[in-house]
């Protein structure tokens, strides 16, 4: 059969999972959109191409399949690298198609439309793996390799860019399903014994955890509870293990009294995370005076500035299990454990050390974060921006498993929450999902909430309404900056919703919030919920 390599692309990505995909169509990706109508692939038309990174970033972190993005040349490709650099700090995979010029004028700088000096460079600079397509068969041979990226070792973002004059061209490919099964490094049993060795006479042992164990919360549980230590995750790792199980300290790396504990541990065993600065909020990097033991699938993350005593690069899972075979039985199986965490105390404790230090904003914004959660089913999804009420649920909203709270950790992205919710609510139509955004964030992707009412999704957007870049004001006064710049005029966001077809509803105080938040869930199409609490 004989159609163009437009339309080879689209029946390629359709037999190989790929079931939705967000963009905007224009002159240069036309070809991209002939084989669509007739494919098993929904689209959906965004507002801006930043609003489809953030989308298929929010389908794949709630369902862990990837979606697609199509982008024109050049402002489509721009457009959508913010939301993509997003996607590759958190680990999330995404696949973003974009035409490109005409193979003749590319790097000639004739001006043609669209045209960049280096659009491959550019994306090679933000992507986890770009490549150009100059024929089908590239076309084939490029996809088969990013989609094999998202499940070998740490996914990230991947870029396929096809030139209109190939895009055009007719092919006789058969579309075809390539091999879908992971493949992810191998511990070497030597590093598990070396870890194991460690472990064994480890007397003040601790667990980070972090997002690339999101999947290993059994054995996780059990090597913590077997060690009878206290384990802290990232906010990636949020809820791996259930937030109200003693040993579980939460999501709580950027506190000094938990940094504090870091820093006595006399082993810190390191899973799937980073450790880095905007894990810890905003030290640099955490004080270690005991050994460390990584795990890790990334080996860049194996040698980075912490210096590892043993390195295992592997998935987190199969280490975890290869561990908790070689050690001794569980110290819960008798009565009274009688490790480091029993001794110093449980999360309770360590939960009031960091609470007695709330501020009354930050009361305030744990009202919010309760009445949030009393509005939602147990396994309700908040999808959080860069706003202070987030910074706080990241630890203190809390969760029993995964998948329940989102937030731009890596590179802490304005905008995300309402086009990743929106996208994710796409992927999971049947789960409670939520964006939680500040004043001003909800504004870099306010564009969106067309898409939503457009899409009919039943998702509430919280607003957390300060009237003010909140953040960076508090940052402003105190670093004793004379105030700039940090209060800007808002929209009347209420008006604003019905203006775009949207419910929206004003709320004072934390029970008007549950009920409101209750109904939106409740309701076909999306509801804005502009929260203004006299501490915001
Ligand atoms: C794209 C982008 N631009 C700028 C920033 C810097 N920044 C971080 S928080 C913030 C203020 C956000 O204000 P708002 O959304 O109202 O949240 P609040 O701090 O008031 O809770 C700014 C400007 C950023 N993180 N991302
Ligand atoms: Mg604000």
């Not at 389908?59 to 489509?76: D, N």
């Amino acid at each position: 059969m004989s159609r163009n390599v437009g339309g080879y692309l689209v029946e390629l990505l359709a037999m190989n999972g790929i079931d939705t995909v967000f963009g905007i169509p224009g002159v240069h990706n036309l070809e991209l959109y002939r084989g669509l109508t007739a494919s098993s692939l929904r689209h959906v038309l965004v507002r801006h191409e930043q609003g489809a990174g953030f989308a298929a970033d929010g389908y794949a972190r709630l369902s862990g399949r990837p979606a697609a993005a199509f982008v024109i040349s050049g402002p489509g490709l721009t457009n959508i690298m913010t939301a993509v650099a997003q996607a590759y700090s958190d680990s999330v995979p995404l696949l973003v198609v974009a035409s490109a010029p005409v193979r003749a004028s590319i790097g000639k700088q004739w001006g043609v439309l669209h045209e960049l000096s280096d659009q491959l460079a550019l994306a090679a600079g933000v992507f986890g793996i770009a490549r150009r397509a100059e024929s089908a068969e590239d076309v084939r041979d490029h996809l088969r390799l990013c989609l094999a990226s998202f499940r070998t070792g740490r996914p990230r973002p991947a870029y396929l860019e096809i030139p209109l004059d190939v895009l055009a061209q007719a092919t006789t490919l058969e579309a075809q399903r390539f091999e879908a099964a992971p493949l992810l490094p191998q511990a070497d049993p030597a590093h598990i014994d070396a870890a194991v060795r460690l472990l064994k006479v480890a007397e003040r042992p601790l667990v980070i955890a972090g997002g690339g164990a999101r999947h290993a919360g059994p054995p996780l549980q059990r090597l913590v509870e077997t060690l009878d230590c206290p384990l802290v995750t990232s906010t990636a790792g949020k809820g791996v293990l259930a937030e109200s199980h003693p040993a579980n300290f939460g999501a709580s790396l950027p506190y000094r009294p938990i940094q504090q504990l870091i820093s006595e541990a006399d082993l810190v065993l390191a899973v799937g995370t980073e450790m880095g600065e905007t894990d810890l909020f905003f030290v640099p990097k955490l004080a270690l005076s005991g050994l460390l033991v990584r795990i890790d699938v990334d080996p860049v993350k194996l040698s980075d500035h912490y210096a590892a005593d043993v390195r295992i690069w592997s998935d987190a899972r199969e280490a975890l299990q290869a561990i908790n075979q070689a050690l001794p039985g569980r110290a819960t199986d008798s009565a009274a454990p009688t490790g480091w965490r029993t001794a110093i105390g449980g999360a309770a404790k360590f939960r009031s050390l960091i609470d007695a230090d709330f501020t009354a904003t930050a009361h305030a914004q744990s009202s919010a974060l309760r009445a949030i959660k009393a509005a939602l089913p147990w396994d309700g999804v908040v999808f959080s921006d860069m706003t202070q009420i987030a910074y706080l649920g990241n630890y203190a909203y809390p969760v029993e498993h995964t998948g329940q709270w989102f937030h731009p950790s890596g590179y802490g992205t304005l905008g995300y929450a309402l086009p990743a919710a929106l996208g994710a609510k796409l992927s999971s139509p049947a789960r409670a999902v939520i964006a939680l955004a500040g004043d001003f964030g909800f504004q870099f992707t306010v564009t969106e909430l067309m898409t939503a009412v457009e899409t009919g999704v039943g998702l509430p957007i919280v607003i957390w309404n300060n009237s003010a870049l909140g953040q960076i004001r508090d940052d402003m006064v105190a670093a004793g900056i004379p105030q700039l710049g940090v209060v800007g005029r808002n929209p009347d966001f209420v008006a604003l919703a019905h203006a775009c077809g949207a419910a929206g509803h004003r709320v004072h105080e934390p029970a008007a919030l549950t009920a409101t938040l209750g109904a939106a869930l409740n309701r076909t199409g999306p509801t804005v919920i502009d929260v203004a609490f006299s501490e915001s």
